[in-house]
T-cell receptor
Framework: QKEVEQDPGPLSVPEGAIVSLNCTYS??????FMWYRQYSRKGPELLMY????GNKEDGRFTAQVDKSSKYISLFIRDSQPSDSATYLC?????????????FGTGTLLAVQP | DSGVTQTPKHLITATGQRVTLRCSPR?????VYWYQQSLDQGLQFLIQ???????AKGNILERFSAQQFPDLHSELNLSSLELGDSALYFC????????????????????FGPGTRLTVT
């Protein structure tokens, strides 16, 4: 079993839809939770991060962490065609001598105009 | 543009061969991370170097090795290549000192390069 599981895509939604992307994890030591966005033929770029539990909002994006369920989500409101990309969740342990990231496999999102 | 550069962009080689991938981190970043991205496994951590020293190893095969030079650039060496080694290889860098995450601060964000696409035929 992988440490981080991500809902498989691909996901296709119409422009303006609310998108929900999710990951589950098994390692209780994870404290940092990140969402990366990766456009085709590009490297991943950090979209949002959350430390420990709770919600975080940034414009049209909201990240949620539920540590009791070991479940994280990314919501995209009013989705735009420019949001079409692969979204990767990533996690890291606290107090680690290295901040190596453990990634989910990614969800490919297509927002149709 | 993340400030991390990787060369070459594409590499096509035959099974059994050896290749070297190069990464230049962002100016001032001391940590370099290597990741492999394949369709079936996703993005997997291979190895980390901090200021010239190996800090952590992930799912890196014995046929693979890396090093970080005094000017902080890093090279990933892949030898005895197999078809299954075909993947995207990403380098990331951060300022990451030891115990990077203890502060709850994301000053140590990892910035990814554009990747090297390796095709083994």
């Amino acid at each position: 079993q992988k440490e981080v599981e991500q809902d498989p895509g691909p996901l296709s939604v119409p422009e303006g839809a609310i998108v929900s992307l999710n990951c589950t994890y098994s390692n209780s030591a994870f404290q940092y939770f990140m969402w990366y966005r990766q456009y085709s033929r590009k490297g991943p770029e950090l979209l949002m991060y959350t430390y420990s539990s709770g919600n975080k909002e940034d414009g049209r994006f909201t990240a949620q962490v539920d540590k009791s369920s070991k479940y994280i989500s990314l919501f995209i409101r009013d989705s735009q065609p420019s949001d079409s990309a692969t979204y990767l969740c990533a996690m890291s342990e606290i107090g680690s001598a290295t901040n190596k990231l453990i990634f989910g496999t990614g969800t490919l999102l297509a927002v149709q105009p | 543009d993340s400030g991390v550069t990787q060369t070459p962009k594409h590499l096509i080689t035959a099974t059994g061969q050896r290749v070297t991938l190069r990464c230049s981190p962002r100016s001032g970043d001391l940590s370099v991370y290597w990741y492999q991205q394949s369709l079936d496994q996703g993005l997997q951590f291979l190895i980390q170097y901090y200021n010239g020293e190996e800090r952590a190893k992930g799912n890196i095969l014995e046929r693979f090795s890396a090093q970080q030079f005094p000017d902080l650039h890093s090279e990933l060496n892949l030898s005895s290549l197999e078809l299954g080694d075909s993947a995207l290889y990403f380098c990331a860098s951060s300022t990451s000192p030891e115990g990077a995450w203890t502060s709850g601060d994301l000053s140590y964000e990892q910035y990814f390069g554009p990747g090297t696409r390796l095709t083994v035929t």
